[in-house]
């Protein structure tokens, strides 16, 4: 579950709700540009929900 809200994170951002739906315009976001860094973003959230649990 961690990997896939990880994922999320780093595709989508701040995740409030799981659930799929396409853009209105139809195009498809460029967001491989900063994709290491949100990755990495990502990685940090998880760390911090994960701090909170222990």
């Known amino acids: ?3 896939t809200m990880r994922a999320l994170h780093a595709k989508q951002g701040l995740v409030k709700w799981f659930g799929s739906w396409p ?4 195009s498809a976001s460029d ?7 949100r ?3 990502a ?3 998880i760390e911090s ?3 909170r649990l222990a």
Request: proline share 0%.
């Open 39 to 41: 990755w990495k973003n």
């Open 23 to 26: 853009r209105a315009d139809g």
């Open 31 to 37: 967001v491989r540009a900063t994709a290491d860094e």
């Open 49 to 51: 929900i994960r701090s």
């Open 1 to 3: 579950m961690a990997d």
């Open 43 to 45: 990685d940090d959230w």
